[in-house]
């Protein structure tokens, strides 16, 4: 599913966020992403879906190759990935529904599908009654969980989580883990960039550690590892 | 019935796109105000400027068209000189007629041209005191002055004139004249420009947020483009409006009063209102939309890196 080869990351100001990764994410897995911070995790995970592209070596992504992907042809690749971000970032002027229709819309989906799919998604993440009111009238949680449902509107394959956690106080955090899971689930691959140690060390997954930008870590069902 | 499908969703994408773009214009009103505002000063700079050379450049050729020599042959030159002389001009190069015209056909047009007070001047039928004359025309009217200086210098030539000093004036000022316009006009078009490229910049800043999230889940770069691109086109087409209803009213109300004048003080005829004023709204919403357009690209490229 995503396959880095040989990878190495070094900035225009001289800085290497990243040497030499090898790493490899079947489908349907669901994999932590830790380390402290300025490792390196949010360039790993921005690789992921070509916001950064790599100084050295290969990623390929559900079969494409990332090193050789034409710039006109990246808006197919994001389609079939879903990102969701620590500060949510929804649109504050368009209401629940049309923060996520609009996932479908710029994309050019047909109307009658945006419809379904968006009241089928909001229901996944529990926000269905919620649906006409504006992201300010909602609580942190409810806003991430309209964040994750614009993510997955469109049927990804993967969702990449950088610390979507971070800003919500733990029973909120521990929803938005279930709804996580539930996706996750239904088959697709989350990889999720956090620094929250209960959740990694209670819901047992794939944990990635990533120190001075290089993989110390790499374990099936590992623990967080860190002091908090 | 999938190309249906296609051509649909073709349709109501361009209407969403529509859609938005009028939505910035009224969101940044007083970008708004301030690019259609420097459209339509540039615009109507431009079109009276056009209005104003176009016709210049009329009464230039219809002027040009008069500027002959007047090769005065010298009294002492027979018969045989003459054809000689004729096939010398003849031989130069740029000219487009030679007409021989007898003395006593110089000294009539003469009477005639002084009207009432030519009368006097019939005493001079008995023994006409003026030249047998060739009249020459060049081919470039541009040429006149040198090919007359040219005749000059030949046997049997008593002088050669031509509307001198007059000719190169006339030149002189229709040229200037072009140049300051056309320095004038571009330095406007860059500041309209310039506006329209900062309006839409900050289009993009305000929906930056949005911009984002369209790229992050997929949305094609032409996609995001045309929103910016409609609303730089509008705010040219918006800015070309004013300037071409003022310049077809003005040219359709002063038309008669200054032709009236002209053809009684000098034979000049302005150019018609139809079709040349709708020419020029033509032109004038072209450069709109151009300057709108060009406006728009720039400050996408720029700030859109997408």
């Not at chain 1, 030499?20 to 949010?42: L, T």
């Amino acid at each position: 599913m995503i396959e880095m080869q040989d990878v190495s990351k070094t900035y225009s100001n001289g800085v290497t966020a990243l040497s030499r990764i090898n790493i490899n994410i079947e489908q349907g897995e669901f994999v932590y992403v830790v380390g402290p911070s300025g490792a390196g995790k949010s360039t790993f995970i921005k690789m992921m879906y070509r916001e950064i592209r790599p100084t050295h070596g290969t990623i390929s992504v559900n079969g494409i190759n990332l090193s050789k992907l034409r710039h006109n042809k990246v808006p197919l690749l994001r389609r079939n990935i879903g990102v969701v971000f620590q500060d949510f970032k929804l649109l504050q002027t368009l209401s629940v529904y049309e923060n996520v229709a609009f996932a479908m819309e710029v994309i050019e989906e047909q109307p009658a599908n945006i419809k379904r799919r968006v009241m089928e998604t909001l229901d996944l993440v529990g926000l269905k009654h919620k649906a006409r009111m504006l992201p300010t009238e909602l609580s942190g949680g409810e806003q991430q969980r309209v964040s994750i449902a614009r993510s997955i509107v469109n049927s990804p394959k993967v969702v990449i989580a950088d610390e979507p956690t971070g800003n919500l106080d733990p029973d909120t955090s521990w929803e938005i883990m279930n709804i996580f899971d539930e996706i996750n689930l239904r088959g697709t691959t989350i990889v999720m960039a956090t620094h929250n140690k209960e959740i990694v060390n209670t819901i047992k997954h794939r944990v990635i550690a990533i120190e001075g930008g290089r993989i110390v870590r790499d374990e099936a069902k590992g623990d967080y590892g860190y002091e908090s | 019935m999938k190309r249906r499908v296609i051509t649909d969703m073709k349709a109501r994408t361009f209407r969403r796109h529509i859609r938005e773009s009028f939505k910035s214009l009224t969101r940044n009103g007083w970008m708004t105000f301030a690019s259609v505002s420097a459209v339509t000063v540039t615009l109507l700079l431009v079109g009276v400027f056009f209005v104003i050379m176009m016709n210049l450049n009329r009464m230039a050729t219809t002027i040009e068209e008069d500027v002959e020599i007047r090769v005065h042959i010298d009294v002492a030159a027979n018969e045989k000189d003459k054809d000689y002389l004729e096939e010398k001009i003849g031989q130069l190069g740029g000219i487009k007629s030679i007409t021989y015209s007898p003395k006593e056909k110089e000294l009539d047009n003469l009477i005639k041209s002084l009207g009432d007070r030519g009368e006097s001047f019939k005493l001079f039928e008995q023994d006409n005191p003026l030249n047998d004359v060739f009249v020459v025309k060049t081919k470039d009217p541009t040429d006149t002055m040198k090919i007359a200086k040219q005749i000059e210098k030949m046997d049997y030539v008593s002088s050669a004139k031509y509307g001198q000093g007059k000719v190169e004036k006339l030149f002189n000022v229709l040229k200037i004249s072009r140049n300051v316009g056309l320095v004038l006009i571009i330095g406007l078009l860059f500041t309209a420009m310039f506006l329209i490229s900062n309006t839409i910049k900050i289009t993009i800043v305000a929906r930056r947020r949005e911009i984002e999230i369209m790229r992050l889940v997929g949305a094609t770069n032409s996609f995001i483009r045309w929103p910016f691109f409609l609303e730089g086109l509008w705010l040219g087409i918006l800015g070309a409006i004013i300037p071409i209803a003022v310049v077809s009213s003005a040219y359709y109300y002063l038309f008669d009063f200054i032709q009236a004048k002209l053809i009684r003080e000098h034979f000049i005829k302005l150019i018609e209102f139809n079709p040349f004023v709708y020419q020029l709204s033509a032109v004038l919403l072209i450069m709109g939309a151009a300057i709108g357009i060009w406006g728009s690209l720039m400050s996408v490229r720029k700030f859109l890196k997408v």
